[in-house]
């Protein structure tokens, strides 16, 4: 299957730092890429869907201002959380769909706000 | 009513036989369906997609899609203590296209005894 890869893993920082996570699909060019959040022992919650060179699309409820994403290009997205609180603390996976339409995660990325 | 169901378990299976799980979903114009596998502290794996009424086998797994019923099962034979996991059924209402959005469920917990 496609690979997708995520940077960093985890992260601690400080509240009200900023903190920036990047998504890369490896091997093939994603058409779409998706950021979801996930708190212990929850599902997984779309946070957004990204397009190459477009804005964002947020789901209801998602702060733009404070999520901020970035799809530089066909196998890049970043998310900046800004300002970050404690309860920002979670697990962040981005996803990315391949030329088939299926989407596939990365290991996700671990933030701890102190 | 939840865009898609699933019993949360835990389900317990012996090693070595076969698991069963289920999952139904409300919308009738949905399109593409999903299995993915998610290991405590990881991100989902996409382990089955199946798009047309029937099976689908891949090895030790087989996806059963029912639309009339609105139903979505996945097997797993020989079941290995290595396959426990929550296990998510995805669906998606339109194939490709702008927004490529996955709706999940919350997931069933497989535990297999050895």
């Known amino acids: 299957g496609a690979v997708v890869s995520q940077h960093p893993s985890w992260v601690i920082c400080k509240s009200g730092t900023s903190v920036k996570i990047e998504c890369r699909s490896l091997d093939f060019q994603a058409t779409t890429m998706f950021w979801y959040r996930q708190f212990p022992k929850q599902s997984l919650m779309l946070m957004a869907t990204s397009n190459e060179g477009s804005k964002a699309t947020y789901e209801q409820g998602v702060e733009k201002d404070k999520f901020l994403i970035n799809h530089a290009s066909l196998t890049l997205s970043t998310l900046t959380v800004t300002s970050a609180h404690p309860e920002d603390s979670s697990f962040y996976i981005c996803s990315a769909d391949d030329i088939s339409y299926e989407q596939y995660f990365g290991p996700g990325t671990r933030l701890t706000v102190t | 009513q939840k865009e898609v169901e699933q019993n949360s378990g835990p389900l317990s299976v012996p090693e070595g036989a076969i698991a069963s799980l289920n999952c139904t979903y409300s919308d009738r114009v949905s399109q593409s369906f999903f299995w993915y596998r998610q290991y405590s502290g990881k991100s989902p794996e996409l382990i089955m997609s199946i798009y047309s009424n029937g099976d689908k086998e891949d090895g030790r797994f087989t996806a059963q899609l029912n639309k009339a019923s609105q139903y979505v099962s996945l097997l797993i034979r020989d079941s290995q203590p290595s396959d426990s996991a929550t296990y998510l059924c995805?669906?998606?209402?339109?194939?490709?296209?702008?927004?490529?959005?996955?709706?999940f469920g919350t997931g069933t917990l497989l535990a297999v005894q050895p």
């Open positions: 995805a669906v998606n209402k339109k194939r490709g296209g702008a927004t490529n959005k996955l709706i």
